[in-house]
Every structure is written in structure tokens, then in C-alpha cells.
């Protein structure tokens, strides 16, 4: 009897864990679906927030201008522009203005800006608004609403200037101009992250950089602005390309715990970006 009533006991306390442990999972998951995913830059006393995938594009046109080494004040245009025109979406169709207008920008290929295909490229679109961009003499000093029509020729001249704050807080926290300035609440990734597919999507729009992919990490040298703008890019595309940390110059991002960037040992000259394990 003794015996027998041992055997229930553990048993039932073996039940009681297993019980335990299903809830404690059950709840972190629905805690993770209840997580509101988005992005926000912040430039003084102003915030502004964007969904993941607009911030994605915004990295994309930000780091784009940083390749091609101009100012700040270029990628403001062009975010102010495309938020305009788009949404700060890739979309693959036009409006009554132009109805063969396409992609981030809404280039019209019966207005010379590229076949349909390039400017559905997010990569081509943003370098043929630059192309244009820089162009325009004195474009710097200019309000954000008369540079972005001379290059766009909008049928809505005046609507590029509401975007002007987004395009300042994105474009200076994505330039690497504003350490810090960028976060985005993401839920914890499915799927494991591939070191080298962050390597690639890097050097697509900030060309060659000094990375090296070790583990689940990427190595990258670089300092100052640069550090910043790689390391916000990172966190703007931490949800496509599972990343889960971000090390810079003494501050870390970590996407579980959701409490923006931090101060740590991270050490300067070298921006580490982690992405998930694979799960087992």
C-alpha cells in the first residue's frame, strides 16, 4: 500500500508540473501574440510611429543615401516624399494622377523613370530619386515640399511638407546622426535567423562593409554615424531577418526585452547584430 501510494503521489505531483509547465508556456505565448509590433523614432520632444514594414523601407532609403554619401537632409526628402506618394510601401499600382505609377515613390515608366520592373525595385526607385535629388541646385537649404516636387512633379505640390517631422526623426536616427533614437517592439521570431542573409541584405544598401559572420552573429567594423546607422538598420529590419540583440558603442538593443536601447559593455569600432537560434 505504501508502495501504491507513493506511485500516485508522484504521479500526481509529475501531473501538477506538467500542468505548471503547459500554462506557464501557454501564457507566454499568448503574451506574445497580445505584443503590438511597431516602430518609433523619436527627435526631441517628438515621436513618431511607423508599422515594421514602412520602417524597413525607411532603413532601406535612409541607408541608400548613406552609400552615396549625402546629407541627412536627402533622406528626409526622399522619406517625406515616399510616406507622400506610398505609404512607405512597395505598391504595384498607380492612382488617377498616374495610373502607371508604381512602387515606393509612384514613378511613372511612361514618364521615363524605369520599366515597371525597376521601379518595383525599392533599390533602383530610391536611386533614381536620389538621381533626381541631387540634380536640383541648393536642394539642402530648400523647404522639404519644393525639393521633393522638383524631382516628382506632383499633381500634390503641398503634401510632402506634412511629412517633414517622420522624414527628420527616420532619416537622422537612420543616417546614424541620433544615437539611440530608434526602437521597435517586435514579438520574439519563429523561425531562426541566418548571420548570412543579414551580410547580404546589408551590403545591398550600404554597398561593402567590413562584416564577418560568426555563429549566429555579425561582425561589422565601423564607428561614429556609420556604427549608429548600421545598428538602426539592423533593428528596423529585426523582424524579417530574426534578429533578437544589437551591440554598439556602449548600448545594446534586445528584442525580448523590449526596453529599447540600453547602456552596456558593448565596445566601440565593432557593431554586433545576433539573430535567433534555431529552435529544438
Not at 505531483?13 to 497580445?34: F, H, K
Not at 505609377?101 to 533599390?123: I, N
Not at 522638383?150 to 517622420?166: C, I, K
Not at 558603442?249 to 552596456?264: F, I, L, P, Y
Request: glycine letters at 8%; a negative charge.
Amino acid at each position: 500500500m505504501r508502495r501504491l501510494r507513493r506511485t500516485i503521489i508522484l504521479v500526481l505531483a509529475l501531473a501538477l508540473v506538467a500542468g505548471a509547465i503547459y500554462t506557464v508556456v501557454a501564457v507566454l505565448q499568448r503574451s506574445e501574440t497580445l505584443v503590438s509590433e511597431r516602430c518609433v523614432a523619436v527627435v526631441g520632444s517628438e515621436s513618431f510611429e511607423l508599422a515594421t514594414d514602412q520602417a524597413a523601407n525607411a532603413s532601406l532609403i535612409s541607408a541608400i543615401s548613406v552609400q552615396r554619401g549625402l546629407p541627412p537632409r536627402a533622406a528626409s526628402i526622399a522619406l517625406a516624399t515616399a510616406m507622400q506618394e506610398s505609404k512607405l510601401r512597395n505598391i504595384n499600382h498607380g492612382d488617377q494622377a498616374g495610373p502607371d505609377s508604381r512602387g515606393l515613390f509612384q514613378q511613372r515608366p511612361s514618364q521615363g523613370w524605369g520599366t515597371e520592373a525597376q521601379v518595383m525595385d525599392p533599390v533602383y526607385a530610391t536611386n533614381a530619386f536620389y538621381d533626381g535629388l541631387v540634380k536640383v541646385p541648393g536642394y539642402e537649404a530648400m523647404e522639404v515640399t519644393d525639393a521633393a516636387q522638383l524631382v516628382q512633379r506632383s499633381a500634390f505640390p503641398h503634401a510632402y511638407a506634412q511629412h517633414e517631422g517622420m522624414g527628420r526623426a527616420y532619416a537622422s536616427a537612420l543616417t546614424g546622426h541620433s544615437d539611440g533614437s530608434l526602437d521597435c517592439t517586435l514579438r520574439m521570431p519563429e523561425t531562426a535567423g541566418d548571420p548570412s542573409d543579414v551580410e547580404s541584405s546589408m551590403s545591398t544598401v550600404f554597398g561593402a562593409v567590413a562584416a564577418d559572420a560568426q555563429g549566429r552573429t555579425v561582425q561589422v567594423s565601423a564607428t561614429g554615424p556609420q556604427a549608429w546607422a548600421i545598428a538602426q538598420w539592423a533593428v528596423a529590419n529585426a523582424k524579417s531577418l530574426a534578429v533578437t540583440q544589437v551591440d554598439v558603442e556602449g548600448h545594446t538593443w534586445n528584442r525580448q526585452d523590449r526596453k529599447g536601447w540600453q547602456a552596456s559593455a558593448a565596445a566601440a569600432g565593432t557593431v554586433t547584430i545576433t539573430v535567433s537560434a534555431p529552435t529544438t
